[in-house]
């Protein structure tokens, strides 16, 4: 084992003194490497998940996660066996993107809300593109196309979720067992939902303001991590390309990838998309290649996410005993059967879309340019709704329940 981790840290070393080589020696691609990725962050990283991060920190701080765990325990232990907590990291990774779903994850387990096997397996299938990035930046910003944008996160989120509901099996013994509150059978469930998030918040002792702040505080420099990593794929992606690694990795994709039917012409778009996602998918909708074939590059790269966005989530677990392994081998799989959603979807997604979208969106997204901060409240929005349905429907299944029970209780 030491003898392992001594061959690693010589193989990361050897990478660093070959970046450093390229820094000195390529300082033109170095600076604009640079230069793009910190355009990147501060035009679209950052104002679209800064209000996520907020968010997510004070409902977190509120309490408001300790509620939806007992309310939705009934709902989301069935469907992915991971605690009703895991709602909130579910509602919360669909609606605003990477990587905040690795972020929320390694919060609930420092604060013992889930296993590790359970944070694993909320990990790996609540981490997703974001849906407006799908529906505005990739189907309308790269293929001019609004239509598309259903096809795409459609298959993005099918496959995340088929691949939740598989992960439930997913270390199922799992010897760590945490302690649930007492009486609970006894009580009923939107009570004891209320007081755990009144017990929660009669322990954090901060007044509000100094909540908000260290909400606000925790957010920046997470995406100040964020921008870090974008800043060093974009200048590692700059370096690859101009020594020609890029393509050499485009070619030994296509060794397996053409044979299977896919176009040589996306092949440089997925090399580029293997180490960051935005630069891969904006190769992709370019490529010249048949619709199709970009369309499945693109799904596949959105679903892979790009090793930028997993060195991402690996930083944001690092205070935990999460283990990445499960998380890259979902991704794996993740780009596989989004690649065999968006073929068997292609058809019939694309003429209902074009019959029902098209003649409403082109014209607006024509007359109202879209910024990051719309966007990203947007984003917002939908994540409240999500999270009221969600509360909603387990209020109902929970009447339901207690209704039967009535129903069937002897007289």
Request: glycine share 8%; proline share 6%.
């Given at each position: ?9 010589i193989?990361?070393t ?17 600076f ?38 007992v ?40 604060q ?92 954090d ?16 420099n ?39 039917g896919?176009?040589?012409a ?16 904006r ?16 799904a ?21 005993d ?38 409403v ?51």
């Amino acid at each position: 084992m030491q003898r392992r981790q001594e061959i690693i840290r010589i193989f990361w070393t050897a990478c660093a003194l070959l970046f450093v080589l390229g820094m000195i020696t390529r300082p033109r691609t170095v600076f604009e490497g640079a230069i793009f990725g910190l355009g990147t962050w501060w035009n679209i990283v950052f104002p679209s998940l800064l209000p996520f991060f907020i968010v997510s920190e004070l409902l977190m701080n509120f309490g408001v996660v300790h509620f939806m765990g007992v309310l939705l325990e009934p709902v989301m232990r069935p469907l992915f066996n991971v605690p009703g907590t895991g709602s909130f990291v579910l509602a919360i990774g669909y609606t605003s993107g990477y990587p905040i779903g690795a972020m929320v994850t390694a919060r609930l387990r420092a604060q013992k809300l889930c296993t590790r096997i359970e944070a694993e397996r909320l990990m790996s299938f609540t981490n997703n593109s974001s849906p407006l990035f799908m529906l505005v930046a990739v189907a309308v910003g790269m293929f001019h196309n609004a239509a598309l944008g259903p096809l795409i996160a459609g298959a993005h989120y099918m496959a995340n979720l088929t691949l939740g509901l598989l992960l439930r099996f997913y270390g199922r013994h799992d010897p760590e067992i945490l302690p649930r509150p007492a009486g609970e059978k006894h009580t009923w469930i939107l009570k004891r939902a209320l007081d755990e998030l009144l017990a929660h918040q009669g322990q954090d002792k901060r007044p509000p303001g100094q909540i908000i702040g260290d909400a606000v505080k925790n957010s920046i420099n997470n995406l100040l991590t964020i921008g870090g990593f974008i800043i060093l794929f974009a200048v590692i992606i700059n370096l690859l390309t101009q020594a020609g690694i890029i393509n050499l990795i485009a070619r030994a994709l296509g060794l397996v990838l053409v044979p299977m039917g896919l176009s040589p012409a996306v092949l440089p778009a997925l090399a580029s998309g293997l180490f960051e996602m935005t630069t891969g998918t904006r190769l992709a909708s370019e490529a010249a290649a048949p619709l199709l074939h970009r369309l499945v590059a693109v799904a596949m790269i959105l679903a892979w996410s790009g090793l930028s966005i997993q060195a991402q989530a690996a930083s944001m677990i690092a205070g935990t005993d999460i283990r990445m392994r499960p998380f890259i081998m979902v991704r794996v799989a993740h780009a596989i059967l989004a690649a065999i959603y968006t073929r068997l979807l292609f058809g019939p997604a694309t003429v209902l879309n074009q019959y029902l979208i098209q003649p409403v969106f082109a014209p607006l997204f024509a007359a109202h340019p879209i910024s990051a901060w719309s966007i990203s409240f947007l984003s917002l929005l939908i994540l409240f709704v999500i999270l009221g349905l969600m509360i909603f429907l387990a209020l109902i299944l929970i009447l339901l329940t207690r209704l039967r029970i009535l129903i069937l209780r002897p007289r």
